[in-house]
């Protein structure tokens, strides 16, 4: 699965899923290795790619978290 979002260079993110639209969990690359919170790519948008598989039905957002440390 691919996501790609629109994404601020001054902000990290997380991904989550959930099946209702109302209870989130953070989303994994893989059962073992946990997404966590990232910085963007550069430019307008961010892709992340992972395997998932969940139900046949779920949702994705991402949240920005953190602003960025200033240089």
């Known amino acids: 699965m691919t996501l790609v979002f629109t994404t601020q260079p001054s902000r990290r993110y997380r991904l ?3 099946t209702d ?10 059962a073992q290795e946990p997404l ?7 430019g307008a948008t961010t ?3 992972f395997t998932f598989t969940g139900n046949a039905r779920h949702f994705f957002r ?10």
């Open 16 to 18: 989550q899923h959930s």
């Open 36 to 42: 966590g919170t990232f910085n963007p790519d550069t």
């Open 21 to 30: 639209l109302t209870t989130w969990s953070n989303a994994f690359v893989t």
């Open 47 to 49: 892709t992340k790619a």
């Open 62 to 71: 991402a949240v920005a978290v953190l602003p960025l440390a200033a240089p």
